[in-house]
């Protein structure tokens, strides 16, 4: 396992964040040598507000999201979702413009829970996998969208999974994500986790499973290597809207 570049993803880039950030990854001991960046994430809350704000970074949210039956559906895309997906997109956009074989992203907020055992990785080299989930949290949306064995320890082939604050994804993964699907996202913007999920299994729901195509092969630890520390149900969220209040990531 070789990771070319590290991106963090992050509104604040004070000294002593990022050194904290820092701090964090190499708790979990990636194996080579490599640069790491903090991009300029993009803030909801300030730059995606107005039609002309959206109209600037070439972004559409999709009109046709709340369909007022499931927590996540009740609602229309909130700026903050859509400037994480934003910013993601950065990511993405930057890895494939400098060719990186293989990147690792990780949100402001994602929690190590233990030193990596980086070997457990050494089995995928037979694999063309695009993308690795080193942490996420099983959708409650349908039990018919679980997770797959594949014969393998340490990896699963992941059913419906939301949160995407650590991934590994692949030269091949980004093309995919880039070239194929990322014209009508920006004319369709949707929550991050929503639409990596729509790429690699059965979407729960049709209107998103018409819009994007299924074609990444995407693998998951078995066990959460690296959490996060904010959740939407501990109020400490930085893209619900709570309280009449529109987070930002």
């Given at each position: 396992m070789k990771i070319d570049k590290t991106y963090f993803i992050s509104l604040d880039l004070s000294e002593e964040f990022i050194s904290d950030m820092?701090?964090?990854?190499?708790?979990?001991?990636?194996?080579?040598?490599?640069?790491?960046?903090?991009?300029?994430?993009?803030?909801?809350?300030?730059?995606?507000?107005?039609d002309e704000d959206r109209k600037k970074l070439g972004v559409t949210f999709y009109d046709k999201w709340n369909i007022g039956d499931y927590s996540f559906w009740s609602r229309d895309v909130t700026v903050g979702e859509a400037g994480c997906t934003l910013s993601h997109i950065k990511v993405w956009l930057d890895a494939y413009e400098n060719g990186y074989e293989q990147i690792l992203v990780l949100e402001e907020d994602f929690n190590p829970k233990t030193v990596?055992?980086?070997?457990?990785?050494?089995?995928?080299?037979?694999?063309?996998?695009?993308?690795?989930?080193?942490?996420?949290?099983?959708?409650?949306?349908?039990?018919?969208?679980?997770?797959?064995?594949?014969?393998?320890?340490?990896?699963?082939?992941?059913?419906?999974?939301?949160?995407?604050?650590?991934?590994?994804?692949?030269?091949?993964?980004?093309?995919?994500?880039?070239?194929?699907n990322l014209p009508t996202l920006l004319d369709n913007m949707i929550v991050i986790d929503e639409f990596l999920m729509s790429t690699y299994t059965w979407h729960p729901r049709k209107d998103i499973r018409s819009l994007f195509v299924q074609n990444m092969f995407a693998l998951t630890t078995r066990i959460e290597l690296v959490g996060q520390t904010r959740y939407p149900h501990a109020g400490n969220s930085q893209t619900e809207p709570i309280e009449g209040i529109d987070f930002v990531i």
């Open positions: 820092v701090n964090r990854l190499q708790y979990m001991t990636i194996p080579n040598e490599m640069e790491w960046e903090c991009i300029d994430s993009v803030n909801g809350q300030y730059d995606l507000v107005t990596i055992d980086w070997s457990m990785f050494d089995v995928l080299e037979k694999y063309d996998y695009d993308f690795i989930y080193l942490g996420r949290k099983r959708s409650d949306v349908s039990e018919d969208i679980k997770d797959l064995e594949i014969g393998l320890e340490n990896f699963l082939l992941p059913g419906a999974s939301f949160c995407t604050q650590a991934y590994i994804i692949t030269k091949n993964g980004l093309r995919k994500l880039i070239e194929t």
